[in-house]
C-alpha cells in the first residue's frame, strides 16, 4: 500500500520504517527543511536504537523517501498518517480520491473528530478517519513498531476500518478494532496504567524498606499472580520522560473538566514528585551534611539508551542536590550537552570515571547497559567515599561488599 507519514520525529520516522520494511511503499514530509534533508541522507535527528541501519536500508530500496511539499507527501498516498505533535491545516491534495488519514498523536478521546475532522472537512476534500495510536518506547521504538503486541485501529466505518487492517495484515498480534474515540481512550488508559504501576511499585518499595522486607522477593510472588504480571515493576527514583507525566497530567484535567475527580492519577503524579527524594537521604544518611560535598549523578537522560531529557528525574535530583551546597557533576552517553543547557551549575563530564573522581557520593539515575556493568572496584578506586545510590536497581548488591550500596526497596 501507498503509505505517507507527515511528522518525521521518533513515532513518524519508526511507523514509517516499520512499514517500509514490511514491505510497503512510504513516503515521508516534515515541515522542517532541515529534518527531511538529514532523514533523506540516511540520518535519522534523534537517537533510536538500530534506526539508523534500518532507515538507510529501506531508503536504499526504494521503498521509503522524504519529499519537500504536503502535497508531493499526500498526493500517491491512500493512507496519510498525521504524527504530529498538533495536527494542523496543510496544503495538501487537490484530484478527488478518497483518503484515509490516520491520527498516530497522542490526543484526548474526542480531538480527532472534534478538532482534526473540521480542519480537514475545510479543505473540501473527501477523506476517511482513523487512529491508530503508538505504544513505542522510546530506546526500543523501533522493535516496538516492528513487532508489536497489539495493534489498536479507530475508525469512523467499516471502510476505514478495512483500510486499516489491510495495513496490518502481515502482523501476528491482536489487532483491535474501534470508533475513533475509543482507540484515543486506549492510549491514555495504557500509559495511565503503567505509570501507576511505577508509582506502585516505588511506594510499595519504600513500605519494604520500612518494614525491613526485601522488594525483590515480594516483587517475585507479586508477578507470580496471574492477574499481575512482573513488568513495569521496578521501583527507583520515579517516572519522567515525554509521555507518561504529560499524559497523566492530560487525563487528569481532562476528568475534572468532565466533573470527575481522578484521585488515584493525581496521588501517582504526587508519588512521583517526591520519590526521588528518597536518593537524597541516603546520601544524607551516609555524607551528612552535603554543603560542599561533591556528589555525580550517572544518567541524566529520563532513562537510559535515550538522548531524552523531558521530565527527566534528573533534574529535581541536580537542583535539590545544588540547592544544598553540593557539588555536582554529571555524566550521560547522549544527554549531557542538552541537560548543561538547562541546568547549567552541573559540570557535565566526558566518562563515568570523570564524574566518580573524588566524588563523596553518587545516584545513578539512568539504567544504560554500561552503568550496570560498574563493579565494587570502579566505586572503590575512583571516588573518595565509595557511596552508591542505584536509583534504577541495575546493579547487584552482593557484588557490592566495600560500596556503602544503596537502593529503593
Ligand atoms: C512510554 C510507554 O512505555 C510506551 O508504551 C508509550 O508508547 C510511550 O510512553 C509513549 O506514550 O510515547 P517511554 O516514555 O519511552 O514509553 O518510556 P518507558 O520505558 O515506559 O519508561 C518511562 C519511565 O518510567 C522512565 O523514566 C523509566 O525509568 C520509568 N520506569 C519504567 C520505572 O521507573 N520502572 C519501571 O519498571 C519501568
Known sequence: MNISVVGLGPVGLCSAVAFATQGHRVIGFDIDASRRDQVSRGEPPFYEKGIREALRKVLRAKRFSVVDTMDAAIEPAAVVFLCVGTP???????????????????????????????????????????????????????????????????????????????????????????????????????????????????ELANLCDALGVSYDEVHKGLGLDSRINPRFLVPGVGFGGSCFPKDVRALVSAGRRHGVEPRLLEAVLAQNEVQYLRAIAFLEEELGDLNGKRIAILGLAFKGDTDDIRETRAFPIARSLLSKGALVVGYDPLAGPAFSKVVPEVKVVDSVKEALAGADGTILQGDWPAFSRLTAKDFMTTMATPVVVDGRRILDPKKMRGVRFHRIG
Open 88 to 202: 494542523s491545516r496543510e496544503d495538501g491534495w487537490r484530484d478527488g480520491k478518497r483518503r484515509t488519514v490516520v491520527v498516530k498523536s497522542t490526543v484526548l478521546p474526542g480531538t480527532t473528530d472534534n478538532v482534526v475532522r473540521p480542519i480537514l472537512e475545510a479543505s473540501g476534500r473527501p477523506f476517511r478517519l482513523g487512529v491508530n495510536p503508538e505504544f513505542l518506547r522510546e530506546g526500543r521504538a523501533l522493535e516496538d513498531a516492528l513487532r508489536p503486541d497489539r495493534v489498536v485501529l479507530g475508525a469512523d466505518g467499516p471502510e476505514t476500518a478495512r483500510v486499516l487492517k489491510s495495513l496490518y495484515r502481515s502482523s501476528k498480534c491482536p489487532v483491535l478494532a474501534t470508533d475513533l474515540k475509543t482507540a484515543e481512550a486506549v492510549k491514555y488508559a495504557t500509559n495511565s496504567f503503567l505509570a501507576t504501576k511505577v508509582a506502585f511499585a516505588d
